[in-house]
Structure formats: structure tokens, C-alpha cells
């Protein structure tokens, strides 16, 4: 089973990320085009408690696991540091794929990130997951929270329809 996850993970790199996005986006301007799915997509994060974020490093798919999601002002938020290389990635193409499996079903998004530099934003989400208060904080250069634009996600299993959903 981990292996057929994995896989889907690898192929949802390589369909989801492509050429960067080359639009702007002011992020206290944004919401989600429905947050009934997104709250729906949340939720199923939380259940599943790690999630897998694919990013493009040149040629070659690069997977990790993530922790963070969380809705904040009306957009999913993850979190990672500036330091590490999936940040360079997202600097270098913010389209990724993420998937993650809950014992019975899995999704799988595509989706563009977009960087979100307020501190109050930082905080909401340090707030959210405080384990990660011993290396994150909200006043430091590290921080860095994204949150998902023009998402598509893809709920799975083997014994239904795949429902797919946009927010």
C-alpha cells in the first residue's frame, strides 16, 4: 500500500508541477473560491496527520512529508522554513502536488503556493501547532507560510468514484 502511495505521489509531481506560476498575488486580498471543499480538505489533512508535498527540483521530483494545514482567513495554510530546500523549490516553481492516505482513502491536490509574509498570518499558524514553536517563531526570517491558490483535489479510494473538488 505504501508503495502504490508513494508512486501516486511521484505522478502527481510530475503532472502538477510545470512551468512557475507568473501571476502576483496580494495574500490579504485572497479567499478560496469554496470553503465548504476546503474546510473538507482540511479536515481529511488533519485525520490522515502527515501529508506528502512534491515540489519540482530542476529535473527531478523531490517529496516530503508535511504536518501543517491550516484555514486562516479564509485560506489553507502549510508551513516550512526558508532554510530548507523546499522552500528554495516553492521559490523556484510554487506549483506542487500533495497527497496524503487516512487508512482508507487517499487525496491528492495540485495546487499553486503563495507566500504570505505577515507576521500575524506566521503566528496564526505557530499558534495552530505549537510543537513547532521550539524552531519556529513568528518574528524570526525563518518562518515561512504558503497558502494554497487555484487548488484541485482529488478524493480516492479503491472502492468508489474518485470526487474531485476545487477551492
Not at 102 to 109: H, K, N, S
Request: charged share 25%.
Amino acid at each position: 500500500m505504501k508503495r502504490i502511495i508513494l508512486l501516486a505521489i511521484a505522478a502527481a509531481a510530475l503532472v502538477c508541477c510545470g512551468q512557475p506560476a507568473k501571476d502576483t498575488v496580494d495574500p490579504s486580498q485572497y479567499k478560496s473560491s469554496n470553503t465548504e471543499n476546503m474546510q473538507q480538505v482540511r479536515d481529511f489533512l488533519h485525520k490522515a496527520g502527515v501529508c506528502f508535498l512534491a515540489t519540482e527540483d530542476g529535473d527531478q521530483p523531490q517529496v516530503r512529508p508535511f504536518g501543517t494545514a491550516e484555514i486562516i482567513e479564509g485560506k489553507l495554510y502549510i508551513q516550512t522554513g526558508h532554510v530548507k530546500n523546499v522552500a528554495k523549490q516553492i521559490a523556484a516553481n510554487p506549483k506542487v502536488a500533495i497527497c496524503a492516505f487516512d487508512g482508507e482513502r487517499w487525496l491528492r491536490i495540485c495546487a499553486t503556493l503563495v507566500e504570505d509574509p505577515r507576521v500575524e498570518i506566521k503566528k496564526a499558524m505557530l499558534d495552530a501547532n505549537p510543537g513547532l514553536r521550539s524552531m519556529y517563531d513568528e518574528n524570526d526570517d525563518n518562518t515561512a507560510v504558503y497558502f494554497l491558490k487555484d487548488a484541485k483535489a482529488t478524493f480516492n479510494s479503491f472502492t468508489a468514484a474518485p470526487v474531485e473538488v476545487d477551492f
